[in-house]
């Protein structure tokens, strides 16, 4: 079956502009993922929906950022107002979400966000 | 708090040396899982294994080798006879068991570059 996609694979952007990055998981996977991957950085956990709870949003930068999950599948990370600091390579990451066992995440291929 | 620590940022090294990727972890839980992610120059991320906590028998496939040693908090990763193809990025990560509802968040190292010159 078909892996996790992420749209757009490149975006620039204009700094004080806002861009949503899209992530559609792996059919039946209930728990998704956002991680962020800056020059320097490492990659770092953004936000996390499991099925219809609360998402853990701890892993946000800032209250520019915000992310939904519509429907329990496709889900929309938001940056408002974006600064050159925001450039960084978005990852999606989805897994089945079962309790009890080892969940592996599969990752999209990324989003590239240039902010000029 | 967990955290992974790969102090090696930059590693570069000629066709069929053997190299060693460092990894030290912290982690107040009990039971957790490490992982390494190979990322090549087109971006994707590439999982290479998983171990639990519980498991420290080493681990060989090919010419890869993990090293999982909790009284230093290791899990080193060793390729021998390198080759072009090796070059990459190489993160190595950590997640708690997620036995709460299927959570395994990924926390990962800053990630060691490799690379392999003919």
């Known amino acids: 079956g078909a892996g996790v996609s992420q749209s757009p694979s490149n975006k620039v952007t204009e700094k004080g502009k806002d861009v949503e990055l899209r992530c559609d998981p792996i059919?039946?996977?209930?728990?998704l993922y956002w991680y962020r991957q800056s020059l320097g950085q490492g990659l770092e956990f953004l936000i996390y929906?499991?099925?219809?709870?609360?998402?853990?949003k701890s892993g946000l930068p800032s209250d520019r950022f915000s992310a939904e999950r519509t429907g329990g599948s496709v889900s929309t990370l938001t940056i408002q107002r974006t600064q050159q600091e925001d450039s960084a390579v978005y990852l999606c990451?989805?897994?089945?979400?079962?309790?009890?066992?080892?969940?592996?995440?599969?990752f999209g291929p990324g989003t590239r966000l240039t902010v000029l | 708090a967990q955290k992974v620590t790969q102090a090696q940022t930059e590693i570069s090294v000629v066709e069929k040396e053997d190299v060693t990727l460092d990894c030290v972890y912290e982690?107040?839980?009990?039971?957790?899982?490490l992982f390494w992610y190979k990322q090549p120059p087109s971006g994707e991320l590439v999982f290479l294994i998983r171990?639990?906590?519980?498991?420290?028998q080493n681990e060989i496939s090919g010419r890869y080798s993990w090293n999982f040693q909790k009284s230093t908090s290791s899990f080193n990763f060793t390729i021998t006879a390198s080759q072009v193809v090796d070059s990459a990025v190489y993160f190595c990560?950590?997640?708690?068991?997620?036995?709460?509802?299927?959570?395994?968040?990924?926390?990962f190292g800053a990630g060691t570059r490799l690379a392999v010159h003919p």
């Open positions: 990451a989805s897994s089945t979400g079962l309790a009890m066992i080892y969940n592996e995440q599969f």
């Open positions: 059919s039946g996977h209930t728990a």
């Open positions: 929906f499991q099925g219809n709870s609360a998402p853990d």
């Open positions: 982690t107040r839980d009990t039971t957790y899982y």
């Open positions: 171990r639990n906590s519980f498991d420290e």
């Open positions: 990560a950590l997640s708690e068991a997620g036995f709460s509802g299927g959570y395994n968040k990924l926390i």
